[in-house]
């Protein structure tokens, strides 16, 4: 695997195309009394296009409580079957914008809100710190024939690129 650590824009247009595709995150906080992150799958609603990752959450949640104390998340995407990862440590800040929910919001938050005015409806402003990226850049099979080989022959291939996302 090759290295291409990507800057700002580039970084962004990465970040915003691997989050699209994936959607969903693990999203770990902290809580100080514990050894081990909290975590938790998420669904992102949006990287803007300063690269800050937005979610839909409640004030009742661990991840609400966990916040609040310690400002910090990580996230974990992953699609395995396209050979995809991205992991993210970011500042997190809790926000109450309506036009952000109202923008936001779909029929699957009812199973958790009363509607879109649900007074616990909060949203999650994370901004990335940390991010690095893995890309096979093919699908499963065309990776693992590309591994095959390389195997076979004794000669690496490159099997896609990883790096750094500096946002």
């Known amino acids: ?41 998420m669904s992102c609603q949006e990287v803007d296009t300063e690269g800050n990752l937005w979610f839909v959450f409640s004030v009742e949640s661990e991840t609400y409580k966990h916040i609040m104390k310690t400002p910090k998340a990580s ?4 699609s395995v079957n396209d050979k995809e990862f991205l992991s993210i440590n970011t500042n997190a800040q809790i926000l109450s914008i ?8 779909n029929p699957t938050f009812e199973a958790w809100f009363d509607g ?14 940390e ?17 095959a080989t390389s195997a076979i022959t004794g ?6 690129k990883e790096g750094d996302l500096n946002i």
């Open 1 to 41: 695997m090759s290295t291409e650590h990507l800057h700002e824009a580039e970084a962004i247009e990465k970040l915003q195309s691997m989050v699209e595709k994936i959607c969903i995150a693990m999203l770990s906080t902290f809580e100080d009394s514990k050894r081990f992150p909290h975590s938790v799958p």
């Open 116 to 129: 879109k005015d649900d007074p616990n409806i909060r949203l999650l402003k994370l901004t990335p710190e």
């Open 155 to 160: 000669i690496k291939t490159d099997v896609g």
């Open 98 to 105: 309506p036009t952000r929910i109202d923008m936001y919001w």
């Open 131 to 147: 991010a690095h990226y893995w890309d096979s850049g093919k699908n499963k099979l065309v990776t693992f024939l590309k591994m």
């Open 75 to 78: 996230l974990t995407f992953a």
